[in-house]
T-cell receptor, first 112, second 112 residues
Framework: EADIYQTPRYLVIGTGKKITLECSQT?????MYWYQQDPGMELHLIHY???????EKGDLSSESTVSRIRTEHFPLTLESARPSHTSQYLC???????????FGPGTRLTVL | QQQVKQSPQSLIVQKGGIPIINCAYE??????FPWYQQFPGKGPALLIA?????SEKKEGRFTISFNKSAKQFSLHIMDSQPGDSATYFC???????????FGQGTRLTINP
């Protein structure tokens, strides 16, 4: 089983709040990814990182930001949450030698 | 934009049947084709993957068939069980890229 963790698992907040979704992996993977997914629907890549101090925007425009100060940690921040941000956010990581992406359990975000 | 088109969107099969999920891609510069399985409330997990120099790969009850000339690949589940009920995603990795392009997902239900 992959060692990739996301917290919180569920979050309900009001509009305008700043939030940070945490993602950590203990596998030493250099590549990490954030996806947005409505439950059971298509995965949309919103951010990715190839290593420390490297971040790129994904295929789906997002108002969130990410940082990669440590290899194992890839947090995602929303400065001002809106109801349109309500979704599931999945974090994934991938090692150098393999193509497989390992996914975390996801954070289900609801913005009221 | 590189795309992977997945069908059907949903599929219901009786226990023991052989569900088939299809994916088609529009860009020949893909070099890795994985299938992911996702249960409700969980992140996707790699099920099986294939490279374009192979026409078929089997792992247990799961088989990928790959048709390079038609730019299509499919997932077959032999002797399907209710525990196989999940959402399945195909994906493709562009050559030289470090990210995956996902299909739209298929919600599979295996009735007892």
């Amino acid at each position: 089983e992959a060692d990739i963790y996301q917290t919180p698992r569920y979050l309900v907040i009001g509009t305008g709040k700043k939030i940070t979704l945490e993602c950590s992996q203990t596998m030493g993977h250099d590549k990490m990814y954030w996806y947005q997914q409505d439950p059971g629907m298509e995965l949309h890549l919103i951010h990715y990182s190839y290593g420390v101090n490297s971040t790129e925007k994904g295929d789906l425009s997002s108002e969130s930001t990410v940082s990669r100060i440590r290899t194992e940690h890839f947090p995602l921040t929303l400065e001002s949450a809106r109801p349109s941000h309500t979704s599931q956010y999945l974090c994934a990581s991938r090692g150098v030698a393999y193509n497989e992406q390992f996914f975390g359990p996801g954070t289900r975000l609801t913005v009221l | 934009q590189q795309q992977v088109k997945q069908s059907p969107q949903s599929l219901i099969v009786q226990k023991g049947g052989i569900p088939i999920i299809n994916c088609a891609y529009e860009n020949t510069a893909f070099d890795y084709f994985p299938w992911y399985q996702q249960f409700p409330g969980k992140g996707p997990a790699l099920l099986i993957a294939i490279r374009p120099d192979v026409s078929e790969k089997k792992e247990g009850r799961f088989t990928i068939s790959f048709n390079k000339s038609a730019k299509q690949f499919s997932l077959h589940i032999m002797d399907s069980q209710p525990g196989d009920s999940a959402t399945y995603f195909c994906a493709a990795k562009p050559q030289g890229a470090q990210k995956l392009v996902f299909g739209q997902g298929t919600r599979l239900t295996i009735n007892p």
